[in-house]
């Protein structure tokens, strides 16, 4: 479980059950991390890349598409209260907030609006969010 033995959890936190609207749910976790990685590593040389690396370029994505796609990821964690758990191991959120710097204003805004809907909306602590934000603001000072 993603909050066993995390420190600083609320008391009453508890990972939301797969219950509802379950067509929203995300079911496939390397789509997920396809979607993630075209975002995060549009970039970098596709050796460097996960298994869907067969389809990138050393070239960067266009902003409007780096957008769309930011939307489409923002969209399916809140699709269902339990979408952030099932990719929390994904580690996508952090690694946005770590290159929030290569986003526009507006996207950057939905970065930290994503960041407290997970703090507020789904109740919950994120440890590792919170200290990559930390460490990235401290490196700009």
């Known amino acids: 479980m993603v909050s066993d033995g995390l420190p600083y ?10 219950t509802g609207d379950i067509d929203k749910i ?3 976790i390397e789509a997920f991390k396809c979607l993630s990685s075209l975002l995060l ?17 050393k070239q ?3 902003a ?21 758990f099932i990719v929390e191991s994904t580690n996508v959120l952090p690694q946005l ?6 986003y526009d204003h507006a996207t950057q805004e ?14 919950f602590v994120p440890l590792k969010e919170l200290a990559v934000l930390s460490l990235h603001l401290q490196s700009k000072i």
């Open 9 to 18: 959890q609320h008391a009453d936190f508890k990972i939301p059950p797969v």
């Open 26 to 28: 995300v079911k496939n």
């Open 110 to 123: 939905e970065i930290m609006q994503l960041l407290l809907f997970v703090m507020i909306d789904l109740n």
């Open 64 to 84: 409007s598409l780096r957008r769309d796609i930011f939307i489409s990821l923002k969209q399916l964690l809140q699709a269902h209260i339990c979408n952030y």
């Open 97 to 102: 907030i770590e290159s929030i710097d290569l």
């Open 60 to 62: 960067q994505l266009p």
């Open 41 to 57: 590593f549009a970039d970098h040389s596709a050796s460097n890349i996960t298994s869907c690396s067969k389809y990138y370029t």
